[in-house]
RNA sequence: GUGGGAUUAGCUCAGUUGGUUAGAGUACUAGUUUGUGGCACUGGGGGCCGCGAGUUCGAAUCUCGUAUCCCACCCCA
């Protein structure tokens, strides 16, 4: 028997594609009212672009790419996230020198060759925005406004982490700073603190090693070492958020994965499914644009881990919907397809092929879960009728054929 | 990439110190005497016991390998 690949899963069961497609279009809906629109992009790019963007330090790009040489021998990558690509075709499309903001919603499929285990996919699903062109604060605030909203209409529950990286003026000498304390105790950390010391030592500070973490006790902090832009606008976003009624933490070890990152910073994380638990995540990224050689412009966005949330989503109610429509005379079969035929032009409908007695009819129509179960028999036969039984309100009656329309 | 646990019917799981034809619940399907659904009752289909070797007269059961899932690390959505 041919499997799926590691890590990578159909979702068929009807269950699971219900969440699915609920979860797709509740937060498109949201996205839509934030005004942010849809767009595309390819699941293959260049290598290069994930390189530059999400950084050659990290493990995503450094180890955990779909990556290969193509026909032509190009050296192209599965996505292994959606910002890169976004930004992309942001500036390859010339917004940047269009001036104006620009929003974007995307959702779709995204490969990291990784270990699997629960929450943690080979090719998995994120729902993400990117906003171009607005500078302020304020952006970054109505983000994570839009992740609460899109999560409250779902009924997930979260707690929601903020922290700020600082930019191009205060991150490097806090960098430094850093180093120098990491020098000064490099004998007692751990092997992975020690290479992260070298590849991006902001992510020390996120250690779970114990005794990593009492030793950085003492370590300087970002959020006291920020320049004055930095944290006037960390402590604006404290009060938007307050104002509108956001709870949150600040984890002042909060570093995202992805180098791109500056000022704000955040994740939402559930504690309902497991050690996988970040199931939003985003941030400011005011450089990128002009890494990938456009014209300096700021932007912020999120991303959504769509396979983490489906098992927190509490659906609707389902409703009984329709028309099942049974014989219970072979020679009705063919009147009663057609009629089906015609009702499918409007409403769900679905009937049986065979002639059946009424009570198996009334049982088919209730396991489709149909509101309207429609039975021709002997005398309805005779006088053109049909009987239609409501099997919500459990009240029949018999039409005129013509009155069914 | 490292360490640990698991894998038996579509699903959730039993299966004795190795011993005849591998079970239950649920789901599916058909019927309960010919026009009233969900319930109940009675039947039925459905298993390379993850895959491959080995030990044995005999393996779902013991050993080894392998794949996948799960847990932790790592990392992240």
């Not at 005004?35 to 493990?59: A, M, N, W, Y």
């Not at 929450?119 to 609460?148: C, K, N, P, T, W």
């Not at 088919?364 to 919500?392: F, H, M, P, Q």
Request: charged share 30%.
């Amino acid at each position: 028997m041919i499997k799926s690949l590691r890590g990578m899963n159909d979702i068929l069961n009807k269950e699971e594609s219900q969440r699915f497609t609920y979860f797709i279009n509740t937060a498109t809906k949201v996205a839509l009212r934030y005004g942010f629109h849809h767009i595309q992009t390819p699941l293959l790019e260049e290598t290069t672009l994930f390189k530059r963007s999400v950084g050659e330090s990290s493990d995503i790009v450094g180890k955990e790419m779909y990556r290969f040489k193509d026909k032509g021998d190009n050296d192209v990558s599965l996505r292994p996230e959606g910002t890169a690509g976004v930004v992309r075709a942001f500036i390859q499309n010339k917004l940047d020198r269009s001036g104006g903001t620009h929003r974007f919603f995307y959702h779709g499929s995204m490969f990291r060759y990784e270990r699997p285990q629960k929450g943690r996919l080979r090719e998995f699903h994120q729902f993400g925005v990117e906003s171009f062109g607005v500078e302020s604060v304020y952006e970054d605030a109505v983000m994570i406004m839009m992740v609460a909203d899109i999560l409250a209409e779902l009924g997930i529950g979260y707690r929601l982490q903020i922290n700020s990286l600082g930019c191009k003026e205060c991150m490097p000498p806090y960098r430094e700073n850093l180093v120098n304390f990491i020098e000064s105790v490099a004998g007692n950390i751990c092997e992975d603190c020690q290479r992260r010391e070298r590849t991006n030592p902001i992510r020390v500070l996120d250690c779970k090693n114990e005794k990593c973490q009492s030793l950085y006790e003492t370590a300087p902090k970002l959020i006291n070492s920020l320049c004055e832009n930095c944290e006037s606008d960390f402590n604006k976003l404290k009060t938007i958020l307050d104002a509108n009624n956001i709870a949150y933490e600040i984890d002042t070890n909060l570093v995202r994965g992805l180098d791109y990152y500056s000022k704000s910073a955040f994740e939402f994380v559930s504690d309902d499914i497991g050690s996988q638990s970040a199931i939003a995540g985003g941030g400011r990224y005011d450089r990128l644009v002009e890494f990938l050689d456009g014209r300096p412009t700021p932007a912020v966005g999120f991303a959504m881990g769509i396979e983490r949330l489906l098992e927190l989503i509490s659906m609707p109610k389902e409703l009984r919907e329709g028309y099942f429509f049974g014989a219970m005379d072979s020679e009705a079969v063919e009147f009663i397809i057609s009629l089906t035929q015609k009702k499918r032009k409007t409403d769900k409908a679905s009937c049986d092929y065979r002639a059946r007695n009424l009570k198996n009819h009334l049982k088919s129509a209730d396991k489709v879960n149909a509101r309207y179960c429609c039975v021709i028999g002997s005398n309805e036969l005779e006088n053109s009728t049909i009987w239609v039984k409501d099997l919500e309100n459990k009240t029949e009656q018999v039409l005129n054929i013509e009155d069914l329309y």
